[in-house]
């Protein structure tokens, strides 16, 4: 047959540097051959056969920053490598990266040529010449050349990547516009009073949040320390989209992609909710998503210092929230197949549990706060006569109680089969709608993709991460567990960001013309974000919101002197917090049912009738039973039937 005659090109054979090659039905795929080859050539240490791959890569896509970088190393002269770096910067003006690398082999070309002592090929021609006599009142010393522009400082930074601030600062505009301006209920109002007091929280203790928290009201100086808080959890938020759009873009190497999948997670309606009030959980998400990003930093340079930041992190984490522990599978599997034997070294396990040591010394903050006597403490119990008696936190045995969540054991894993169906089918409810629908397609591609790509590493840090979590809050009953899952949706951008990416390089893959690295066409995937933003604004705008607060003040300005009022999460915290922030009627008992048993609460409401009012915010049919309550205002005041 003739080689013109195969129309589709698949038997079509040439010769390239020695080696037979088949031509791809695509140029795209034929790029994505030419990677999975020079990787499988690294890993074989065979350098000379990733070599001639990657250079075939930057002569296809020579906008391809990875691709320079890894040839540069590859190269077995300071010489070469500069050239090389040369030619990358020709191609990618503004990439920080090539810039440092070229910088960093031109100095080591100076040293090597020093080392030979022969003057660096560039500088001979700045010798003085003995032949030509110097001009008449001149200087024979020679004239040393300014370094070239690529090793100048440059203004053009990928620092400046318009897609990576874009990423940031778009739903941090958002979050603010949309946040509640005081403070909200539930654990929002518990977690604002207890960082103004540098307090104690329930379980499992918080440290991290408090002390950031603190911090943060502090550099912050505008609106009440709740609103302060409710724009902090703005900016964690912010900061994990952004650092979404990072991890995506060094998986990818795709901008529109990394940037509708990270502005689609970021507008997603479960994940804006954590993001306007006073909570942990996007605190979480920017630890979970900074652990990632330094973990794939370190695939690429293998330099110990970045696990050792990542562990180091992952330690601190668990001073903000006790499900860190989740994230233990993945990494230790991606570790393990990154580093292989040489993280059994002695000297790298020392350093790894010493950096997580480290991050675990925040827990520290409760023993000690526990010494101080702070004005805030949910870690104890009311008894029969109204006074609060704190856990010794000095004590192991009850520090560990707190850290680890005892008190919550009842509810883990306490579901019939009958209800664990039923909340499979809501958490798969849950994340369809995370992602508007249209991201599931692409999240399954990303997994796929993975797969395909024996990426094995990838898929465990994520998959692990994804299925612990998973599975556990599957199995937690509580009341607002859809905030616990955010950790899902956030490896569900990843790979809804690889699946989006692996779409476009197919798309190009029909195209005559040759493949760009970001087409423009591929920013119209923003669009997705932009229909999740518009959905999901008017659900979760909150920024007249003051019920809480508004409901804590009357009910405090309505209470009698010496009152105690009883209430449960939605009414307690808020009342606290007006009383130790805004220093509100500071002679009412408030305390929180969950903080006294049954029988402790009815023996103080009897000891207190006729001595001083008692208030409960919320009616239960065992008080409606006993005592007769009589409406003031947002709460009842508990009167004794035998005096009616």
């Given at each position: 047959?003739?080689k ?11 010769r ?21 080859q020079?990787e499988?050539?690294v890993?074989a ?12 890569i930057?002569?296809?896509c020579?906008?391809?920053?990875e691709a ?5 190393r590859l ?8 050239d ?8 990618l ?7 440092r690398?070229?910088?960093r082999?031109?100095?080591r070309?100076l040293?090597?040529?020093?080392g030979?002592?022969r ?5 001979i021609r ?14 024979s ?5 300014r ?11 990928a620092?400046l ?12 505009l958002?979050?603010l516009?949309?946040?509640?301006p005081?403070v909200?209920s539930l654990d929002s109002?518990e977690f604002?009073?207890?960082?103004y007091?540098l307090?104690?929280v ?8 408090l ?8 550099l912050?100086p ?17 900061g ?13 190497r795709?901008?529109a992609a ?7 997670f ?6 804006w ?6 909570e942990?959980?996007t ?12 973990l794939?930093?370190?695939e690429t ?5 970045w696990?050792a930041?990542a562990?180091w992190?992952?330690?601190?984490s668990?001073?903000n ?5 989740l994230?233990?599978?993945?990494i ?6 990154t580093?292989g ?5 002695p000297?790298?396990?020392l350093?790894?549990?010493?950096c997580?040591a480290?991050?675990l ?18 870690a104890g ?8 008696i704190?856990?010794d936190?000095?004590?192991?045995e ?5 850290v ?7 509810l883990?894993?306490?579901y019939?089969?009958a209800e664990l ?9 849950r ?6 629908g ?18 094995w590493?990838h898929l465990a ?10 599975v556990f809050?599957?199995?937690y ?9 955010l950790p899902?949706y956030?490896?569900?951008?990843v790979?809804?960001g ?7 390089r197919?798309v ?5 013309s ?10 119209g995937?923003?669009?997705?974000a932009?229909l999740?933003?518009a ?8 920024h ?6 508004d409901?804590?003040e009357t009910?405090?300005a309505l ?7 009883l209430g ?5 915290p808020?009342?606290?917090y007006?009383q ?7 002679d ?5 049912r969950?903080l ?5 609460m009815?023996?103080?409401?009897d000891g207190s009738?006729?001595r001083r009012?008692?208030?409960v915010?919320?009616l239960?049919?065992g ?8 409406p003031?205002g947002?709460?009842?005041?508990l009167t004794?039937?035998?005096a009616?």
């Amino acid at each position: 047959m003739m080689k013109g005659s195969d129309p589709t090109g698949r038997k079509e054979r040439r010769r390239m540097m020695g080696e037979t090659v088949y031509r791809q039905d695509t140029a795209a795929e034929r790029v994505i051959r030419w990677w999975q080859q020079a990787e499988a050539a690294v890993r074989a240490n065979q350098p000379a056969r990733a070599r001639r791959f990657l250079r075939w890569i930057t002569a296809a896509c020579p906008d391809d920053e990875e691709a320079w970088l890894w040839l540069a190393r590859l190269l077995p002269t300071a010489a070469e490598q500069v050239d090389c770096l040369q030619r990358a910067y020709i191609h990618l003006p503004q990439s920080d990266r090539v810039r440092r690398a070229l910088r960093r082999a031109r100095a080591r070309q100076l040293a090597a040529s020093v080392g030979e002592l022969r003057p660096a090929p560039g500088l001979i021609r700045c010798l003085p010449d003995d032949r030509t006599p110097a001009a008449e009142g001149g200087s024979s010393r020679p004239q040393i050349p300014r370094l070239s522009p690529p090793l100048q400082p440059s203004t053009r930074s990928a620092v400046l990547d318009w897609a990576g601030w874009l990423a940031f600062a778009l739903p941090l505009l958002v979050y603010l516009l949309t946040a509640c301006p005081t403070v909200y209920s539930l654990d929002s109002a518990e977690f604002s009073a207890a960082v103004y007091t540098l307090g104690i929280v329930r379980a499992t203790g918080y440290p991290l949040y408090l002390l950031l928290g603190k911090l943060f009201t502090l550099l912050l100086p505008v609106g009440d320390i709740a609103f302060r808080l409710n724009v902090m959890s703005a900016v964690c938020a912010a900061g994990t989209t952004a650092l979404v759009y990072q991890i995506l873009r060094r998986l990818t190497r795709q901008r529109a992609a990394a940037l509708a999948a990270s502005l689609l997670f970021a507008f997603s309606y479960y994940f804006w909710a954590q993001a306007i009030v006073a909570e942990v959980y996007t605190l979480h998400t920017l630890l979970m998503a900074a652990v990632f990003w330094l973990l794939l930093r370190w695939e690429t340079s293998r330099r110990w210092r970045w696990p050792a930041a990542a562990i180091w992190l992952y330690g601190l984490s668990f001073g903000n929230h006790m499900s860190t522990l989740l994230l233990a599978p993945g990494i230790a599997a991606f570790l393990l197949l990154t580093a292989g034997r040489e993280l059994f070294r002695p000297r790298r396990m020392l350093l790894l549990a010493a950096c997580f040591a480290a991050g675990l010394a925040i827990y520290a903050y409760v023993p000690l706060r526990y010494l101080a006597d702070p004005a805030f403490n949910y870690a104890g119990h009311f008894d029969a006569t109204g006074r609060f008696i704190p856990l010794d936190m000095t004590r192991p045995e009850n520090l560990w109680w707190l850290v680890t969540g005892k008190g919550f054991q009842g509810l883990m894993f306490d579901y019939t089969p009958a209800e664990l169906l039923d909340e499979i089918g809501q958490e798969a409810h849950r994340l369809w709608a995370a992602f508007m629908g249209v991201g599931l397609l692409p999240g399954l591609l990303g997994v796929w993709v993975q797969a395909r790509q024996r990426r094995w590493q990838h898929l465990a840090l994520f998959g692990l991460s994804f299925l612990a979590n998973l599975v556990f809050f599957v199995n937690y009953r509580v009341v607002d567990k859809e905030t616990m899952f955010l950790p899902t949706y956030l490896v569900g951008a990843v790979w809804v960001g690889e699946g989006l990416a692996w779409l476009i390089r197919w798309v190009q893959g029909w195209q005559a013309s040759p493949p760009r690295r970001t087409p423009r066409w591929s920013w119209g995937l923003a669009a997705l974000a932009v229909l999740a933003l518009a959905v999901n604004w008017p659900l979760v705008d909150i920024h007249n919101d003051t019920r809480a607060r508004d409901r804590a003040e009357t009910a405090l300005a309505l209470a009698g002197p010496q009152a105690i009022i009883l209430g449960w999460w939605t009414s307690a915290p808020p009342m606290h917090y007006q009383q130790l922030v805004e220093g509100q009627r500071p002679d009412v008992l408030v305390i929180n049912r969950f903080l006294i048993g049954a029988e402790e609460m009815y023996a103080l409401i009897d000891g207190s009738l006729g001595r001083r009012p008692v208030y409960v915010m919320e009616l239960d049919e065992g008080l409606i039973n006993v005592y007769r309550p009589v409406p003031v205002g947002p709460m009842f005041e508990l009167t004794s039937r035998q005096a009616a």
